[in-house]
């Protein structure tokens, strides 16, 4: 008979031992599957720092052949070649010719702060014609005639003209620190010569983040030339680790050098760069065995607590995990709630990100429960919650914040494009529902607030969007955009706003003050820009910054810049019509660059009017079009084409780079006055007039100095080339009618002062009847007519048609619609 109860036993035992080993077999598995999970991660972080870090050096490689090119396209290194004389007697001689060179080399070490270390101009026979060391130009008895025993100088010329030449690192004889160089060959009335510029190698060096290093290694030698870790220097540190790499000769991948996990990519030399780089980002090695550093026998012991700790862990997990929906979603439709709504808003916002908040709140549903039940109502909120999700575009968050109220989270969305959002949500809800047997027809209101003009939180985006919605229900309309006029919560600013609203509809409030801009060759009028003024006929005069700011954080701005525009171009049209027209500027608001039609809008005004496309010249700042850079020049780019002059405002307190500036369609640039009223206290603001000068000219742009307030500002702009100048030195902002006076007079004297010095004494300084033409405005003599830009200076008898253009700005200096 078979003992059945021994069966069981063994059965029992059996299944016992095959558990045991079934959990041993499991941790290990684990433990291996967790290694090279680990080794899998920590390789995939090291393929990415290795790319931004070879991103970087091919970056800088990039710029120093782009900026070698920009710099030997200077005018200045041609125009010291066609100077008469030879090298040596120009270098002797020094003065403007050898200053302006200086300039240029210095202007380099500016756009690479802490990086350039030396900057030289050299001729055709290693004679160094200037050279700037540390940002200093070095005197010409510290010049070298030895340049071409350096390492750039034959290969340069070997590559000839507009080929950028980099140097293997070396230790420079000037700085006495690890550089590469770059080096490009510059031609003009049969001479050659070379700039050539030093960088330091120790620029490419990074901090060491989170156990990470990057290294440069010499290809040749094995050697690590720049290190996290360690200093930098041209014969490389005493590693040895990466020699592996240099002896294997992979162009990239992964691998474990000693015990440091190492991704690494090869940089080979080129024709036009003499340097052989790995770059490579190492790390601590993850593992260096199967256990991990444990036992078998410690696994062994640990199996049983693992697996207690897994099935603790996986219930734990499942337990927090329904805490967590519960406290962040609906429990009816599933949606996330107010709090989750809010976190993700927030989170969306972060970094000045835009993003758009709607809030839908369904009409009369209290009805549907009082009439059909809370049973319909559920259903009917459940329905909702479904259409809702199905139309909202991918990315949106949707989510029940009230009882009959949902809100839509649209990151990266304007105004506009949420509007369009919203009207098809709405379209969806007016579909009829089916609860049932019961066909229900839904209306709603939606409430709208886009970031970051209505609000850079969250809190203040969604209060913003609830009043909105709250506006909409008492208009009984389908969608509103936030409006300050109607917040509750802002009782001054929202009196300021509806009479500014007003004011755009009145006839005397708003009117526009005009500077003029003066030529500082000739001293003639070259246009003028306007300011706005508000004359508040019971706050009386209300000050630009009081109210431009605020009208630009709603949707006011868009009607008052077509005000603003409208009176400008309606003046310039009038004083074109006397016979003298001058160029308009016009300051932009943001919001204008970020309005695709706005370029239609300016040219229907044009037309209407009948101004001349090339009397207007719009004025914008570099932080406008650094907002979004694609969108804010595609606008400029189709104004530009039709003939709209473009002036870059304020040039030097904003925040755009060098790419940008290059694709900016302008043709005019303006330094901003805090530079130009601090340059004769400040070296390092004269300096920065004088860069900003050669750039502009440089880039083919005509240059403007604002805030021009006494003659030595006069002499110094002039002497540093700068075209035109602008400030209470000439004139302040003053209106139409002055301005003429203004302009008459101005012209007078400017005449005046002109004939007497060209005029002999005892001689007469016009015949009767002949016409005065001098630069600038013109000087009628008796039964003469002179229109020139300007207005005329009048003689005996003659009659004066004073007129100028309108400059209009949506803006003062740094503000949207005047100041």
């Given at each position: 008979m078979v003992n059945r109860s021994a069966i069981a036993r063994h059965a029992r035992g059996a299944g016992l031992v095959a558990g045991l080993l079934v959990l041993v077999l499991s941790v290990f598995t684990s433990v291996l599957a967790a290694r090279d999970k680990q080794v899998s991660a920590q390789d995939h972080a090291l393929g990415l720092a290795l790319e931004q870090q070879v991103a970087a050096v091919k970056n800088y490689f990039a710029q120093s052949r782009a900026i070698a090119e920009v710099l030997a396209d200077?005018?200045?290194?041609?125009?010291?070649?066609?100077?008469?004389?030879?090298?040596?007697?120009?270098?002797?001689?020094?003065?403007?010719?050898?200053?302006?060179?200086?300039?240029?080399?210095?202007?380099?070490?500016?756009?690479?702060?802490?990086?350039?270390?030396?900057?030289?101009?050299?001729?055709?026979?290693g004679v160094q014609i200037a050279r700037i060391d540390d940002g200093l130009p070095v005197p010409p008895a510290q010049l070298r005639d030895t340049e071409y025993r350096s390492s750039y100088f034959a290969p340069t010329l070997a590559l000839g003209p507009e080929r950028v030449y980099q140097t293997r690192a070396y230790e420079s004889p000037d700085t006495h620190t690890a550089v590469i160089a770059n080096s490009i060959v510059v031609s003009a009335a049969g001479h050659t010569g070379i700039v050539h510029f030093e960088t330091a190698l120790d620029s490419f060096r990074i901090e060491a983040t989170g156990g990470r290093a990057a290294s440069i290694i010499d290809t040749g030698t094995g050697r690590v030339l720049v290190d996290s870790?360690?200093?930098?220097?041209?014969?490389?540190?005493?590693?040895?680790?990466?020699?592996?790499?240099?002896?294997?000769?992979?162009?990239?991948?992964?691998?474990?050098?000693?015990?440091?996990?190492?991704?690494?990519?090869?940089?080979?030399?080129?024709?036009?760069?003499a340097n052989d780089w790995y770059v490579a980002v190492s790390a601590?090695?993850?593992?260096?065995?199967?256990?991990?550093?444990?036992?078998?026998?410690?696994?062994?012991?640990?199996?049983?607590?693992?697996?207690?700790?897994?099935?603790?862990?996986?219930?734990?997990?499942?337990?927090?995990r329904s805490v967590r929906r519960a406290a962040t979603h609906d429990a009816l439709t599933g949606l996330p709630n107010r709090a989750l709504f809010t976190e993700r808003t927030g989170a969306a916002l972060r970094g000045g990100r835009p993003a758009a908040a709607l809030i839908v709140n369904l009409q009369g549903f209290r009805n549907v429960n009082d009439v059909l039940g809370h049973r319909h109502g559920d259903l009917l909120l459940i329905q909702v919650a479904q259409r809702l999700s199905q139309v909202a575009p991918a990315g949106a968050t949707v989510a029940r914040i009230g009882a009959d109220d949902f809100a839509v989270l649209l990151?990266?969305?304007?105004?506009?494009s949420a509007r369009a959002v919203a009207d098809r949500l709405l379209a969806a809800l007016h579909h009829t529902f089916l609860i049932d047997d019961f066909q229900l027809d839904v209306e709603a209101n939606a409430g709208l607030a886009a970031a970051p003009g209505h609000g850079a939180d969250a809190e203040t985006l969604l209060r913003h969007a609830d009043a909105a919605l709250h506006l909409a229900r008492e208009q009984a309309s389908t969608v509103q955009q936030y409006d300050?006029?109607?917040?509750?919560?802002?009782?001054?600013?929202?009196?300021?706003?509806?009479?500014?609203?007003?004011?755009?509809?009145?006839?005397?409030?708003?009117?526009?003050?005009?500077?003029?801009?003066?030529?500082?060759?000739?001293?003639?009028?070259?246009?003028?820009?306007?300011?706005?003024?508000?004359?508040?006929?019971?706050?009386?005069?209300v000050a630009p910054d009081a109210f431009i700011p605020m009208a630009e954080s709603t949707s006011l701005i868009r009607p008052l810049t077509a005000h603003v525009l409208d009176l400008a171009v309606r003046q310039a049209k009038a004083w074109a019509d006397q016979g003298t027209p001058i160029p308009v500027a016009v300051n932009l608001s943001t919001r204008c660059l970020l309005d695709a039609g706005f370029a239609d809008q300016v040219f229907d005004l044009l037309h209407r009017v009948g101004l001349p496309v090339s009397l207007l010249k719009l004025e914008i700042t570099e932080s406008m079009v650094m907002t979004d850079p694609d969108r804010a020049l595609a606008v400029l780019r189709t104004l530009r084409s039709a003939g709209v002059s473009l002036s870059i405002d304020d040039f030097g307190t904003g925040h755009s780079s060098m790419t940008y500036l290059q694709r900016f369609p302008v043709d005019e640039l303006k330094i901003d006055k805090s530079f130009v009223q601090a340059m004769a206290n400040s070296h390092g603001d004269a300096v920065l007039v004088r860069t900003a000068i050669t750039l502009g000219h440089n880039l083919g742009l005509s240059v403007v100095a604002e805030g021009v307030e006494d003659d030595a500002a006069v002499a110094a702009l002039r002497a540093l080339g700068c075209d035109v100048a602008q400030g209470y030195h000439y004139a302040r902002p003053m209106p139409a009618e002055e301005f003429d006076r203004w302009l008459i007079d101005y012209s007078s004297r400017s005449y005046t002062a002109r004939h007497a010095a060209a005029t002999p004494v005892g001689r007469a300084a016009t015949p009767v009847g002949a016409t005065a033409t001098p630069i600038g405005p013109a000087a009628t003599a008796v039964g003469a007519t002179a229109t020139p830009i300007g207005p005329a200076a009048t003689a005996v008898g003659a009659t004066a048609t004073p007129v100028g253009p309108a400059a209009t700005a949506v803006g003062a200096t740094a503000t949207p619609v005047g100041a």
């Amino acid at each position: 008979m078979v003992n059945r109860s021994a069966i069981a036993r063994h059965a029992r035992g059996a299944g016992l031992v095959a558990g045991l080993l079934v959990l041993v077999l499991s941790v290990f598995t684990s433990v291996l599957a967790a290694r090279d999970k680990q080794v899998s991660a920590q390789d995939h972080a090291l393929g990415l720092a290795l790319e931004q870090q070879v991103a970087a050096v091919k970056n800088y490689f990039a710029q120093s052949r782009a900026i070698a090119e920009v710099l030997a396209d200077s005018p200045v290194f041609i125009d010291f070649f066609q100077a008469p004389g030879t090298t040596a007697e120009k270098i002797a001689a020094g003065g403007p010719l050898l200053e302006r060179v200086n300039d240029a080399l210095a202007y380099l070490e500016q756009l690479y702060p802490d990086r350039i270390g030396e900057v030289c101009f050299v001729d055709r026979d290693g004679v160094q014609i200037a050279r700037i060391d540390d940002g200093l130009p070095v005197p010409p008895a510290q010049l070298r005639d030895t340049e071409y025993r350096s390492s750039y100088f034959a290969p340069t010329l070997a590559l000839g003209p507009e080929r950028v030449y980099q140097t293997r690192a070396y230790e420079s004889p000037d700085t006495h620190t690890a550089v590469i160089a770059n080096s490009i060959v510059v031609s003009a009335a049969g001479h050659t010569g070379i700039v050539h510029f030093e960088t330091a190698l120790d620029s490419f060096r990074i901090e060491a983040t989170g156990g990470r290093a990057a290294s440069i290694i010499d290809t040749g030698t094995g050697r690590v030339l720049v290190d996290s870790r360690t200093a930098t220097s041209t014969d490389g540190n005493d590693d040895r680790s990466f020699i592996p790499l240099t002896v294997g000769g992979a162009l990239s991948g992964v691998a474990t050098l000693g015990d440091r996990r190492v991704a690494f990519q090869r940089l080979p030399e080129a024709t036009n760069n003499a340097n052989d780089w790995y770059v490579a980002v190492s790390a601590p090695a993850y593992g260096l065995g199967w256990t991990g550093g444990l036992s078998v026998g410690s696994l062994a012991l640990l199996a049983a607590a693992l697996l207690t700790i897994l099935v603790s862990g996986l219930s734990w997990r499942g337990h927090m995990r329904s805490v967590r929906r519960a406290a962040t979603h609906d429990a009816l439709t599933g949606l996330p709630n107010r709090a989750l709504f809010t976190e993700r808003t927030g989170a969306a916002l972060r970094g000045g990100r835009p993003a758009a908040a709607l809030i839908v709140n369904l009409q009369g549903f209290r009805n549907v429960n009082d009439v059909l039940g809370h049973r319909h109502g559920d259903l009917l909120l459940i329905q909702v919650a479904q259409r809702l999700s199905q139309v909202a575009p991918a990315g949106a968050t949707v989510a029940r914040i009230g009882a009959d109220d949902f809100a839509v989270l649209l990151p990266g969305e304007n105004e506009d494009s949420a509007r369009a959002v919203a009207d098809r949500l709405l379209a969806a809800l007016h579909h009829t529902f089916l609860i049932d047997d019961f066909q229900l027809d839904v209306e709603a209101n939606a409430g709208l607030a886009a970031a970051p003009g209505h609000g850079a939180d969250a809190e203040t985006l969604l209060r913003h969007a609830d009043a909105a919605l709250h506006l909409a229900r008492e208009q009984a309309s389908t969608v509103q955009q936030y409006d300050p006029a109607h917040d509750t919560n802002a009782a001054h600013r929202l009196e300021l706003l509806g009479e500014l609203r007003r004011a755009i509809g009145a006839d005397d409030q708003l009117t526009l003050h005009y500077q003029p801009k003066i030529d500082l060759a000739g001293g003639r009028v070259t246009g003028v820009e306007a300011l706005i003024r508000w004359q508040h006929p019971r706050l009386g005069r209300v000050a630009p910054d009081a109210f431009i700011p605020m009208a630009e954080s709603t949707s006011l701005i868009r009607p008052l810049t077509a005000h603003v525009l409208d009176l400008a171009v309606r003046q310039a049209k009038a004083w074109a019509d006397q016979g003298t027209p001058i160029p308009v500027a016009v300051n932009l608001s943001t919001r204008c660059l970020l309005d695709a039609g706005f370029a239609d809008q300016v040219f229907d005004l044009l037309h209407r009017v009948g101004l001349p496309v090339s009397l207007l010249k719009l004025e914008i700042t570099e932080s406008m079009v650094m907002t979004d850079p694609d969108r804010a020049l595609a606008v400029l780019r189709t104004l530009r084409s039709a003939g709209v002059s473009l002036s870059i405002d304020d040039f030097g307190t904003g925040h755009s780079s060098m790419t940008y500036l290059q694709r900016f369609p302008v043709d005019e640039l303006k330094i901003d006055k805090s530079f130009v009223q601090a340059m004769a206290n400040s070296h390092g603001d004269a300096v920065l007039v004088r860069t900003a000068i050669t750039l502009g000219h440089n880039l083919g742009l005509s240059v403007v100095a604002e805030g021009v307030e006494d003659d030595a500002a006069v002499a110094a702009l002039r002497a540093l080339g700068c075209d035109v100048a602008q400030g209470y030195h000439y004139a302040r902002p003053m209106p139409a009618e002055e301005f003429d006076r203004w302009l008459i007079d101005y012209s007078s004297r400017s005449y005046t002062a002109r004939h007497a010095a060209a005029t002999p004494v005892g001689r007469a300084a016009t015949p009767v009847g002949a016409t005065a033409t001098p630069i600038g405005p013109a000087a009628t003599a008796v039964g003469a007519t002179a229109t020139p830009i300007g207005p005329a200076a009048t003689a005996v008898g003659a009659t004066a048609t004073p007129v100028g253009p309108a400059a209009t700005a949506v803006g003062a200096t740094a503000t949207p619609v005047g100041a």
